[in-house]
Nanobody, 118 residues
């Protein structure tokens, strides 16, 4: 199993920045990739950023140029640097984990709230 713990959410004004962290633990954590999702009220959970084949990173169109995904393999931690935040970015942000050889995310953190005021 993989345990995921997110941190770094909060309330910020439009145009501000936040950095989310997700720390993973578990015996098999090295077999997993982690990505960031978000779910706004009344909407489905969507993938915001995460690793894809070939070593590239996927970004949702709505966050390209503003969000940056990064990771620290030694710490088994991934980050989401969010700049120039917009009210539309308000959501609960979740860290998810999937096996490196599969596409489905199977483990989830508890989520962290991000609220952007206009």
């Amino acid at each position: 199993q993989v345990q995921l713990v997110e941190s770094g959410g909060g309330l910020v004004q439009a145009g501000g920045s936040l950095r989310l962290s997700c720390a993973a633990s578990g015996r098999t954590v090295s077999l997993y990739h982690m990505g960031w999702f978000r779910q706004a009220p009344g909407k489905q959970r969507e993938l915001v950023a995460g690793p894809i084949r070939g070593g590239s990173t996927y970004y949702a169109d709505s966050v390209k140029g503003r969000f940056t995904f990064s990771g620290d393999n030694v710490k088994a931690t991934v980050y989401l640097q969010m700049n120039n935040l917009e009210p539309e970015d308000t959501a609960v942000y979740y860290c998810g984990a999937r096996r490196v050889d599969r596409s489905e995310y199977t483990y989830w953190g508890q989520g962290t709230q991000v609220t952007v005021s206009s």
